[in-house]
């Protein structure tokens, strides 16, 4: 996967997770003359903001995929309970 995914590649794949922890790394940010002029990828970074924050398919693909969130205090947690 690239550095910075095309949001329907992550909506796909949001639908074929396997039993486990996988990790989805979302970047985003808001469209900014400043965000152009540091990124080459800066319309990912725009996609991936309306892929978490905006009208996105991922979410309910997600939950039809009954996935549960968890954050990396949730992890650590089971892990030092071992």
Do not use: K
């Not at 790394?25 to 400043?34: M, N, R, W, Y």
């Not at 540091?38 to 924050?53: F, K, Q, S, T, Y």
């Amino acid at each position: 996967m690239r550095r910075l995914a095309d949001p329907a590649v992550l909506e796909r794949e949001a639908m074929d997770l396997q039993p486990g922890v996988t990790e989805i790394v979302i970047e985003p940010a808001a469209d900014t003359p400043e965000l152009r002029a540091i990124c080459d990828e800066w319309g990912r970074r725009v996609d991936h903001r309306d892929l978490a924050c905006g009208n996105s398919e991922l979410r309910a693909d997600l939950d039809r995929g009954q996935v549960t969130l968890v954050s990396w205090r949730d992890l650590r947690e089971v892990q030092r309970a071992g």
